[in-house]
């Protein structure tokens, strides 16, 4: 049996103009530089510039509610003109100042120029007196040389793939002269190697010979795992030579590179480039934050849209053609509306959020010395400017600041808590400082254990276990004490 019946339902729903902004505030400067060119370009009632007059942003001026429906149908006669029209020469965003000189205005990521590295390989082989084959052969092998100067792959399956894709039948043995008579001696020395052992002693081996550069080459040969290993202890015993022979060899190995592919100043890659978002000086032992001027650009109304709306307000006689241009003016300029009112408040939460966080680590931001960081999370700097979580969480997620100290990433400020021995909350960070200034000054002969620093970072008055600091030591990027021996 079939019932009707009514219900009602409360339902949290956000705008297409909530959303907008959300979108905008975690796009750092410059995706947002490049979202505000896609909107212009698809938006002609937009503009960039400074407008003599009649400009549109007086209605932007105060806070607007969107009916977010979309669905009534709105006739021409409907739309109020005058609320489209602006007799506001000057708009409060044109006496803002500017922070970001025009000519810093450097937009454009640079590229690498210059002969890449594969192709820079490819052009020493013309210097080569070999063979048709031997040719297709030696290409075939560099083009399996990856961005470190590896060949990471068997010479058997290279064999297989010489025959399947280029249709060369060949034995192991001759790809593998080819790969030690040619390849391997292609600059940067050490390319073509298959692993790190014979990468380091193609280089040693292309060096004037001296009795320590023989030594390393017999180490590297015969004990390359006690080499890694830093058994130092076996390795004296093995070879029987001296402490200070083995420091020799050790310092010669050292000067070689493990990875010379990436060595090559021809490799065509982008060059990172940051903009950072905010920037916080100290003037007068004060903080003082300011938000890059990029983030806020000047946008408007195109004059040409005032003066269509005030064509179709003026004619008497008004045509269907007019009223279609009418209702499709309303809404480019709603979008527009929307748009421009997202930046102010994209503007006003950036600088809102991360004024929080200045004041948050106010002592941070004064020393630079990253044991003064407090402990905090997202929810302290939502609960303080009285926003939500994933609003903050938006604001620090891609975006950087310039210090006096340099450039840093925001969500590095965020960190958890611990209790020290006074039992008071002091910032992970803190701990990691100090945990990486303590294996710093220790004895390199004697490094000291995970156990041996916990030990120590307690008697400091940080009372963790040995597993944490394994945990922090490895997020330091710090290896364990075996590994950090030297003679």
């Known amino acids: 049996m079939l019932k009707q019946s009514l219900h009602q339902r409360l339902l949290q729903k956000l705008s297409p103009q909530q959303i907008q ?3 905008l505030i975690q796009l750092p400067t410059q995706a947002f530089e490049e979202r505000l060119k896609q909107e212009i370009e698809e938006n002609p009632a937009l503009d960039t510039g400074k407008e003599e007059k009649e400009t549109f942003e007086d209605s932007l001026e105060n806070d607007v509610d969107y009916d977010d429906s979309g669905n ?3 006739e021409a006669e409907d739309i109020n003109i005058d609320e489209y029209l602006s007799d506001d020469e000057y708009p409060s965003y044109k006496t803002q100042s500017n922070n970001y000189a025009a000519d810093d205005d450097e937009k454009q990521v640079p590229y690498a120029a210059g002969t ?9 082989l013309n210097t080569f007196r070999i063979d048709e084959q031997e040719r297709s052969i030696a290409e075939f092998l560099v083009g399996s040389i990856d961005d470190s100067g590896y060949i990471r792959r068997d010479i058997i399956d290279i064999v297989d793939d010489l025959a399947f894709t280029q249709n060369v039948y060949t034995e192991e043995e001759t790809v593998e002269r080819i790969l030690k008579t040619v390849v391997q001696t292609l600059d940067p020395i050490g390319v073509g190697a298959r692993d790190l052992k014979e990468c380091l002693i193609i280089q040693l081996k292309s060096k004037s010979p001296t009795k320590t550069k023989s030594l390393a080459i017999n180490v590297l040969e015969n004990a390359f795992d006690h080499f890694v290993k830093k058994h130092y202890k076996k390795l004296l015993d093995k070879f029987n030579i001296s402490e200070e022979e083995l420091k020799e060899v050790n310092t010669e190995i050292s000067k070689l590179n493990p990875k010379p592919g990436s060595s090559y100043a021809g490799n065509n890659k982008i060059a990172e480039q940051i903009v950072p978002d905010f920037t916080i000086r100290i003037i007068e032992g004060k903080l003082e934050l300011t938000l890059n001027s ?6 408007h109304v195109s004059r040409e849209y005032n003066n269509m709306l005030k064509g179709y307000q003026d004619s008497k006689d008004k045509s269907k053609s007019q009223k279609d241009a009418v209702m499709f003016i309303k809404q480019k300029l709603d979008a527009a509306k929307w748009f421009i009112d997202a930046i102010k408040q994209r503007q006003q939460t950036l600088l809102v959020t991360m004024n929080a966080i200045m004041h948050y680590q106010y002592d941070y931001f004064l020393t630079g010395d990253e044991r003064k960081l407090k402990p905090m999370i997202l ?3 939502a609960d303080k400017i009285k926003m939500d979580v994933s609003t903050v969480s938006r604001v620090a997620n891609s975006k950087y600041v ?3 100290y340099g450039t840093k990433l925001i969500k590095d400020f965020f960190s958890e808590s611990m209790k020290n021995d006074q039992g008071e909350d002091v910032s992970t960070r803190e701990i990691k ?9 220790e004895d390199k002969k004697k490094p000291l254990t995970d156990e041996k620093l916990s030990k120590i970072l307690k008697e400091k008055g940080y009372p963790i276990a040995r597993r944490t600091v394994a945990k922090y030591r490895e997020q ?11 003679i």
């Open 116 to 124: 890449t590295f594969h192709q820079s390989l490819k052009n020493q």
């Open 294 to 299: 990029r983030n806020a650009p000047e946008l």
């Open 21 to 23: 902004l959300m979108k």
């Open 72 to 74: 009534e149908k709105i």
């Open 379 to 381: 929810k302290d700097v």
């Open 433 to 441: 400082k100090i945990l990486e200034n303590v294996i710093a000054e």
């Open 402 to 404: 310039s210090t006096p």
């Open 476 to 486: 330091l990027d710090i290896p364990v004490a075996r590994l950090r021996k030297e």
